[in-house]
């Protein structure tokens, strides 16, 4: 019994990874960059439902960052800001609208100054991390908060 | 897009001794690669990264048509990040175009900074072509084994790992057919503004969820009806081995390594 609920932790956080990737990989020219408006990180509101979303998010992002225009260096830091992004979310589970405040000032900050340090985009700091955080604010609250709405009414049907 | 677009993973596969190396070779390589572009502070130590990343470029044999095939999508932020280093840079004017000047300084900046944006994206693509997606996630594993000691499960996240990238696919096929059912019941992902534009998306994402974890739930209950049992004593098919090759090519980064420092140091 262990053992199941142990597999399904880790097939759960592996299928929240895969719905990431392909989200960010089929939503693309959107996805990267600056200006990024990254759909798929309304799925950080899963970390509300199941502590599997806080590896499978990072693993998503991992792929979806590997996969797509940054590369390794992008897969490992854009990673660990969603890693930080789900904790937060996952600690603040009892608040949906406080539980997306997380990801929003990770990816902000985190990724706002790899784009403004490693990518040298010629804004400032300050406009990067705006940039993104404005981005990352209409994932999370755009959809993010009435996709939770919703699924905290049909999580019995989902399995979550 | 068209999900039929989306290519997944770009390895271009081959028999060269850069695909042969052991996959954490290939990782621990590219993060020193990446951590010397930023050691470098002057252009005879991007004229070193260069050097090195074209010997191996050349020795994976994957065409350039395809290693620049990885700086389109980040075309438009080269483009953009020159003209504004050229134009935003005071300093020495070389020539002025209207009211706008191009200075000595902002030369220098805009190729740096191109030069360095140019060389992390091909020195981190080339890790994706010359390795199988699959063998990188072994090599993450065997990478982060040590870190058992502080219970971090390393297994557990390289098995999570592969099922993720088995299962994009998949969800790709399940995303277009839900997207075509929605179309059809006159779901609209494609009017309004952002903000409800990432709300249509709501009657796309509820039946993804429930065909993915359906599909979790039967692969859990697959593995549990196989006995898995997680990572310990596991054994391997193909195991990982450090080779002479793995050794010559520790041995060619330390001298890189060593050359950016030294360049770096004697200009400070």
Not at chain 1, 103 to 124: D, E, Q
Not at chain 2, 108 to 121: N, P
Not at chain 2, 176 to 197: C, H, P, V, W, Y
Not at chain 2, 200 to 207: D, R
């Amino acid at each position: 019994m262990k053992n199941t609920i142990k597999s399904q932790y880790w097939v759960h956080a592996a299928v929240i990874g895969s719905l990431y990737a392909g989200l960010t990989l089929l939503l693309a020219p959107i996805s990267y960059g600056v200006m990024q408006v990254r759909v798929s990180e309304a799925l950080t509101v899963l970390a509300v439902f199941t502590p599997a979303a806080i590896p499978g998010l990072a693993t998503g992002c991992f792929f979806a960052n590997l996969l797509g225009p940054g590369g390794f260096g992008d897969a490992v830091i854009g990673s660990a800001a969603t890693l930080i992004g789900a904790l937060g979310t996952y600690r603040l589970r009892n608040s949906l609208g406080r539980a997306l405040v997380p990801p929003v000032v990770a990816n902000a900050l985190i990724i706002g100054l790899m784009l403004r340090y490693v990518y040298s985009v010629p804004l400032s700091a300050i406009a990067c991390i705006l940039w993104v955080g404005l981005g990352e604010l209409i994932a999370c609250y755009g959809l993010g908060v009435p996709l939770g709405r919703v699924l905290q009414k049909r999580k019995g049907d989902i399995g979550l | 897009m068209a999900i039929k677009d989306i290519t997944l993973g770009q390895y271009f596969p081959g028999e060269s001794a850069v695909h042969r190396l052991d996959p954490r070779t290939k990782i621990l390589g590219t993060f020193v690669f990446i951590i010397s572009l930023f050691i470098v502070n002057r252009f005879a130590g991007f004229a070193i990264a260069a050097v090195f990343l074209g010997a191996v470029i050349a020795a994976s044999r994957v065409p350039l048509k395809f290693m620049l095939k990885g700086l389109r999508p980040i075309l438009f932020l080269i483009v953009f990040s020159t003209l504004l280093n050229l134009f935003v840079t005071t300093g020495t004017p070389i020539f002025q175009i209207g009211p706008l000047s191009v200075t000595e300084e902002g030369v220098y900046r805009a190729s740096f900074m191109v030069i360095r944006l140019i060389l992390l994206i091909f020195g981190s693509s080339l890790l994706t072509l010359v390795t199988k997606p699959i063998t990188l996630t072994d090599g993450i594993e065997r990478l982060l084994s040590p870190m058992n000691i502080v219970k971090l499960p390393s297994h557990e996240l390289a098995m999570m790992m592969t099922i993720a990238l088995r299962f994009i696919p998949t969800l790709l096929d399940e995303t277009d057919k839900i997207m075509k059912a929605q179309t059809a019941r006159g779901a609209d992902f494609e009017s309004g503004n952002l903000f409800r534009r990432a709300k249509g998306l709501i009657p796309l994402l509820v039946p993804l969820f429930v065909s993915a974890f359906r599909i979790a739930a039967d692969l859990a209950m697959a593995m549990e009806a196989r006995c898995y049992r997680g990572g310990k004593g596991r054994t391997r098919m193909n195991g990982m081995a450090f080779t002479g090759l793995d050794a010559l090519a520790f041995l060619v980064l330390a001298v890189y390594f060593g050359s950016i420092v030294y360049v770096r140091l004697v200009t400070a």
